[in-house]
C-alpha cells in the first residue's frame, strides 16, 4: 500500500532553519511527484512547493522563493524540504503529498513550531 | 495566478440534509486539474474529487462534484456525522497548486 512518513515534530528558534523529510514506500518513487502544503493554526491549506523525484526538478510558491529547497534521494525513496530564515508565521503543520494534479496521498504531517 | 474563491466560509447543516459547496475559479481553468479535499483538525487532507467529478478510490457516492465554466461545486447528498468538515478546492496549474479558502460544514 502506499504510504507517505514524514519525520517528527520539530521546535526551531526565530532565524533558524528545518529539513523534513517525507519517505514513500508502495510505489516506485521516481514515478509520481512530491507536493509539500502547508496549514498554519486556524488557517487553510498553503501550497509550498513541489519536486519532481526523478531528475529533481522542483519548483516553488513565490511567497517561499530564495527560503526553500527540496531535494530528493532515490537510494532511500525521500524527500526532503529545508525552509530557512523561519519566522513565528512558520509556525504550522507540513504535509507532503503525492501527485501532480492532486494529491492522492498525503503524509501525515510534521509540526514545526517557531519560537524564541 | 489563478484565485479560487469559495465564497461561503461556513454552512451550518444537520445530518441527512444535502450540503453544495461552490468554488469560482479566477479565470477559465480545465476541468481535468480541479480537485476537493476534506479536511479534519489533526488529519491529514483526503481527497475526494478530482478532475471536478471523479470520485476517488472509496470515497462514498453521496459525494459528487460538477463543474459549469469556472464555477466548481462539491454536493454531499445526505451528510453523515463523519462529514462535518472543512472543504477545500484546489486547481493545478503550471507546476503549482493554488487552493481556496475552504468551506467550514458545521452542524446546526
Known amino acids: 500500500q502506499v504510504q507517505l512518513v514524514q519525520s517528527g515534530a520539530e521546535v526551531k528558534k526565530p532565524g533558524a532553519s528545518v529539513k523534513l523529510s517525507c519517505k514513500s514506500s508502495?510505489?516506485?518513487?521516481?514515478?509520481?511527484?512530491i507536493h509539500w502544503v502547508r496549514q498554519a493554526p486556524g488557517q487553510g491549506l498553503e501550497w509550498v512547493g513541489i519536486i519532481n523525484p526523478s531528475g529533481g526538478s522542483t519548483n516553488y510558491a513565490q511567497k517561499f522563493q530564495g527560503r526553500v529547497t527540496m531535494t530528493s534521494d532515490t537510494s532511500t525513496s525521500t524527500v526532503y524540504m529545508e525552509l530557512s530564515s523561519l519566522g513565528s508565521e512558520d509556525t504550522a503543520v507540513y504535509y507532503c503529498?503525492?501527485?501532480?494534479?492532486?494529491?492522492?496521498?498525503w503524509g501525515q504531517g510534521t509540526l514545526v513550531t517557531v519560537s524564541s | 495566478e489563478i484565485v479560487l474563491t469559495q465564497s461561503l466560509g461556513t454552512l451550518s447543516l444537520s445530518p441527512g440534509e444535502r450540503a453544495t459547496l461552490s468554488c469560482r475559479a479566477s479565470?477559465?481553468?480545465?476541468?481535468?486539474?480541479l480537485a476537493w479535499y476534506q479536511k479534519k483538525p489533526g488529519q491529514a487532507p483526503r481527497l475526494l474529487i478530482h478532475g471536478a467529478s471523479r470520485r476517488a478510490t472509496g470515497i462514498p457516492d453521496r459525494f459528487s462534484g460538477s463543474a459549469s465554466g469556472t464555477d466548481f461545486t462539491l454536493t454531499i447528498s445526505r451528510l453523515e456525522p463523519e462529514d462535518f468538515a472543512v472543504y477545500y478546492c484546489q486547481q493545478y496549474g503550471s507546476s503549482a497548486w493554488t487552493f481556496g479558502q475552504g468551506t467550514k460544514v458545521e452542524i446546526k
Open positions: 508502495g510505489y516506485t518513487f521516481t514515478s509520481a511527484y
Open positions: 503529498a503525492r501527485g501532480l494534479f492532486f494529491g492522492d496521498y
Open positions: 479565470q477559465s481553468i480545465t476541468s481535468t486539474y
